[in-house]
């Protein structure tokens, strides 16, 4: 009987953490739908940012030397690899995408981590990654047009789909 009420715990627990991961995934999913053209504006070269992509298993070598060919701006060619990660989207690449190697080549994309990290509810989901290191790294390696942040909005994963911030 007392193994009884542990196994029941155990299903309860790990059913909270099932809500809870698909909590994340879908406040992450609509944040990322939302971050698209930031994320896109950040990544101001093609290396390392689709190769990651490419070794990590996240885009196919396709559409890898497709995304090499083009003749579209940077950007652009990210938008459009973003949109097509979207429609597959795993947690994992948000991991990859804010991995050191990535905020390191790409300061900007500082801004949007954090925006992510206050969306997701499970702290510990992203490598730690403190202000201090990020601060560090974007004075070590400056951007032309490194923005603030102001314009990315953040709702909260419990606030009720149907309402919208009005203004901005």
Same mark, same amino acid.
Request: aromatic share 8%.
């Given at each position: ?49 689709? $190769?990651? =992509? ?9 559409? &890898? ?13 990210? &938008? ?12 994992? =690449? ?5 991995? %050191?190697? *990535? *905020?390191?080549? &790409?300061?900007?994309?500082? !801004?949007? &981590? ?8 499970? %702290? ?24 603030? !942040?102001?314009?990315? %909005?953040?709702?909260?994963?419990? %606030?009720?789909?149907? $309402? ?5």
């Amino acid at each position: 009987m007392a193994s009884g009420g542990s196994d029941l715990s155990t299903r309860t627990s790990s059913g909270d953490q099932n809500r809870s991961h698909m909590q994340d995934h879908e406040a992450a999913l609509e944040h990322f739908r939302k971050c698209k053209v930031d994320i896109s504006d950040a990544i101001q070269r093609p290396f390392p940012f689709f $190769e990651l =992509l490419r070794d990590r298993g996240f885009i196919t070598n396709e559409t &890898y030397e497709e995304s090499r060919r083009k003749r579209n701006s940077v950007q652009e060619v990210v &938008y459009d690899v973003l949109t097509e990660l979207e429609e597959k989207f795993d947690l994992s =690449l948000l991991r990859e995408l804010f991995s %050191k190697v *990535m *905020m390191k080549n &790409y300061p900007n994309l500082k !801004c949007i &981590y954090k925006s992510f990290r206050d969306v997701i509810l499970d %702290k510990n989901f992203f490598p730690e990654i403190d202000d201090e290191e990020l601060e560090e790294r974007s004075a070590i390696e400056p951007n032309m047009e490194q923005g603030d !942040c102001d314009h990315i %909005k953040i709702e909260s994963p419990d %606030k009720n789909k149907g $309402e919208r911030e009005v203004g901005s």
